[in-house]
């Protein structure tokens, strides 16, 4: 099982395919939040949100507050990405493989799909 980090939207009806295969942002992540710390830029973890029993198999004993989703404008998404890919080219880390920005410039394409159709987003992470 790989883990990736992909995006949800805030609507279901938009017309085009948000999917991002992600898995090279996951296996960079604690180098791309270095990278991202080191630059003064978020990272993926300020754009995560995702309900914590997703997380926990068995919940029968256990009790969970409730949780708000926090949902980015896709602006930020675009703003972030464009920051990011930026500066790792500038500074080519050795950690910044071609699969970590085919990743980077798939997430921009949603934002800028996610622009058109006024949707929000957010980075939820699959095991």
Not at 25 to 35: G, Q, T
Not at 48 to 71: G, R, T, Y
Not at 100 to 115: P, R
Request: overall charge negative; charged content about 30%.
């Amino acid at each position: 099982m790989s883990v990736a980090y992909f995006i949800v939207l805030d609507k279901e009806d938009v017309d085009f395919d948000p999917f991002v295969n992600g898995k090279a942002i996951a296996h960079a992540f604690d180098d791309l939040e270095s990278f991202c710390k080191l630059h003064q830029l978020k990272t993926i973890e300020d754009f995560h949100s995702q309900d914590v029993s997703d997380f926990i198999e068995e919940l029968d004993d256990i009790e969970m507050p409730e949780q708000d989703e926090a949902w980015f404008s896709a602006d930020e998404g675009i703003e972030w990405v464009a920051s990011l890919l930026t500066k790792l080219q500038l500074e080519k880390p050795a950690f910044a493989s071609p699969e970590i920005c085919d990743d980077l410039n798939e997430y921009l394409d949603v934002f800028n799909n996610a622009k058109r159709a006024g949707a929000k987003w957010h980075f939820e992470l699959d095991f």
